[in-house]
């Protein structure tokens, strides 16, 4: 594997780490969105990087390339980004939601208030 | 290497001697208005010396169009911006730091008063 | 070269914006960080070939998500309040995230090499894709063809994911407040 | 070679304006961070789009600089009326009720 | 706003700008990047940026929610009934060969019915969206 694939791949776990860390560990519901996000960011990087060809031309038709890059990762990424930001305005609204019924969006102080979670 | 050539290097060179002069001045001045006074002033001037090196690289083509089209939008759009973010600041009471209060021994960070 | 140059530039970007963030304690600041970090892997996608999903990166992971948060933020209350319960420090997390990396690194040493024309992904049914789609359907953009017409299907699944979403936002937050109960139709 | 320098100097400049933007003591020097951050994306990616020969890449760069502004409005509004939805302190549209 | 009067003088220039380049990103999509989701995105963000200048009451009178709703559903139901045409035709669901006269101008009339199906409900929902989370602190016009 060349030297630019393991950089590739490593900062692509290294992102996936940094999101899954603040999903877990942060307690503002926002935040805990933000690090979503940033995990998927990098699956996205995980999938155009296994369509990537070094060399090869972006898929849009030319007459004269001969190597095209895979377009299909790139099909599911781009449906998948727009999917995102609408799951993503749904965790905002219930957030609003939250915030509205307890007056707070910091998850500590929820668990607090409600034993039962 | 024909004149158009020669001609796109020094506008790329100039653009981007403006941009890290820009983005030195943003990093090392002490306040607030003076970074925006580095950044404001090179932003648009980089943005245009580089467009128009493009532009002689694309040639005469839809893409130089293209750039022509980018350039007229930031034309308007990066002086917009930093007048409106001054203009914000200055609503905000965010104080320029002056001779004064250096001379006071006043920090030049984020004073809000 | 240069692409391999730009690649390992941004991608260093990226981790240090992440870093930031995980670390920033306003709210406010991380959304503003993460509207950075949106266009930088826009720009990433840009130099891995793929400009569709830069473009939709661009105008909607960073345009709209940001907007979005802020919306959000100017609703909940911008900076982090003081917590009613004090935070412990809790390594849990961090052995939790090392464990699954140290996992991960292990993984990737199986992997394909990156860029290599004839990895497994680039035989199965892409070149049916490339090299069929123009006598078949006409359309120069690929990712279009693929996107519209053969796997139609799924897009219009996530059309209407999308749909969904819209109609649940409204059912959560849309219509009048809670001050008059029942007011909703 | 030419668009090589030039693609060096603006990652250059997008590195020292991210410094600011993680130093930034107040939140409008953040703003104008990335602000400039912003502005220099635009070009990276039209220098990319003259490295590949592509004029169909610029489409994005436009796109960028689109939602550049609008992100900045944005953040700015929300910093100072701390709404986005608002008309703000006075209102020339002046809503009626319905 | 009202006291950012460059903003709004420039912003206002700029909106039709924007969705002139919406229209472009949907109809030349099949030719360079672009297509329904982005065009949606980018034509909803004209009505945004009005938002931002204007305030969301004035740009709801624009944009009304039903018409919002309409369009959204409208644009889904484009979409699956481009699918039941070429069903009725006799071929199978979202097989465009038989919506034109030969294959492939079937193809070019099925994709761009259906970019413009995904482009109209993204744009809505986005805007929909958007409104919602703006409106949700502003009064709403009558008496608390």
Not at chain 3, 67 to 92: C, H, N, Q, Y
Not at chain 4, 84 to 96: F, M, R, T, V
Not at chain 5, 98 to 108: F, K, N, S, W
Not at chain 5, 111 to 134: D, K, Q
Request: glycine fraction near 10%; hydrophobic fraction near 55%.
């Amino acid at each position: 594997m060349s030297g630019l694939g393991i950089w590739n791949y490593l900062i692509i776990i290294f992102l996936m780490m940094t999101g899954l860390y603040m999903v877990i560990s942060s307690s503002n519901l926002v935040k805990k969105l933000i690090g979503l996000n940033v995990f998927q960011t990098s699956v996205f990087f995980m999938y155009i990087s296994f369509g990537y060809i070094t060399g090869g031309a972006g898929p849009l038709f030319n007459e004269n390339v001969e190597l095209y890059s895979n377009p299909l990762p790139h099909v599911l990424i781009l449906t998948a980004i727009v999917v995102g930001v609408a799951t993503t305005a749904v965790g905002l609204a219930l957030a609003i939601r939250i915030k509205e019924s307890f007056g707070t969006i910091e998850e500590d102080d929820l668990h607090k208030m409600d034993s039962s979670l | 290497m024909d004149i158009l050539q020669i001609l796109s290097a020094v506008l790329l060179g100039l653009g981007a001697i403006l941009g890290v002069v820009g983005a030195i001045g943003i990093l090392r001045f002490p306040d607030f208005y003076t970074r925006m006074h580095a950044s404001g002033i090179t932003d648009t001037l980089c943005t245009g010396f580089f467009i128009g090196g493009l532009m002689l690289q694309f040639g005469m083509t839809l893409a130089s169009v293209k750039l022509l089209l980018i350039f007229m939008f930031m034309l308007f759009t990066c002086p917009t911006a930093t007048h409106a973010l001054a203009k914000a600041a200055r609503h905000g009471k965010l104080k320029p730091w002056t001779r004064a209060d250096a001379d006071a021994g006043l920090s030049n960070e984020g004073r809000v008063s | 070269m240069l692409e391999q140059l730009i690649d390992i530039f941004l991608l260093a970007f990226l981790a240090i914006i992440s870093i930031a963030i995980v670390r920033i304690r306003n709210v406010f600041t991380a959304v503003m960080l993460f509207g950075i970090y949106s266009l930088v892997s826009a720009s990433l996608f840009m130099i891995l070939d793929a400009a569709d999903v830069a473009f939709t990166e661009a105008a909607v992971g960073a345009g709209i998500s940001t907007i979005l948060m802020l919306a959000t933020l100017s609703l909940v209350g911008r900076d982090r309040e003081k917590p009613l319960v004090k935070k412990k420090i809790s390594f849990l997390p961090l052995v939790i995230v090392l464990v699954t990396g140290a996992t991960l690194v292990y993984g990737i040493v199986d992997l394909p090499p990156f860029g290599a024309a004839d990895n497994p992904v680039h035989t199965h049914v892409a070149p049916r894709y490339i090299f069929q789609s123009m006598s078949e359907i006409d359309v120069p953009n690929l990712v279009t063809a693929v996107l519209a017409s053969y796997r139609g299907f799924d897009t219009l699944g996530e059309v209407v994911v999308i749909f969904t979403a819209g109609i649940g936002v409204l059912l959560l937050i849309g219509g009048r407040r809670r001050k008059e109960e029942n007011a909703d139709e | 070679m030419i668009l090589t320098s030039a693609a060096l100097a603006i990652l250059v400049t997008m590195l020292l304006a991210i410094i600011r933007a993680l130093l930034g003591p107040t939140i409008y020097d953040r703003i104008l961070a990335v602000n400039m951050f912003g502005t220099k994306t635009v070009l990276l990616i039209a220098v990319i789009a003259g490295i590949a020969g592509r004029g169909d890449y610029l489409d994005i760069a436009l796109v960028y600089a689109m939602i550049n502004f609008i992100a900045i409005v944005a953040v700015m509004k929300y910093f100072e009326y701390g709404s986005l939805g608002s008309i703000g302190n006075d209102a020339p549209g002046k809503q009626e009720g319905e | 706003m009202s006291d950012h009067m460059i903003l709004r003088v420039v912003g206002k220039f700029l909106i039709p700008y924007i969705m002139l380049f919406g229209l472009y990103v949907q109809f030349h999509g099949d030719f360079g990047p672009g297509g329904g989701f982005q065009a949606g995105v980018i034509f909803a963000s004209a009505f945004v940026i009005h938002t931002l200048l204007f305030g969301v009451r004035a740009t709801q009178k624009i944009a009304p929610e039903w018409v919002l709703r309409l369009v959204a559903s409208a644009g889904v139901l484009l979409y699956a009934g481009v699918g039941v045409a070429s069903l009725m035709l006799g071929a199978n669901f979202l097989d465009y060969d038989v919506l034109g006269a030969y294959p492939v101008a079937g193809q070019h009339l099925g994709i761009i019915l259906v970019e413009a199906g995904v482009g109209l409900t993204v744009a809505s929902v986005i805007m929909l969206m958007f409104f919602t989370f703006a409106a949700r602190g502003e009064p709403e016009g009558e008496s608390p």
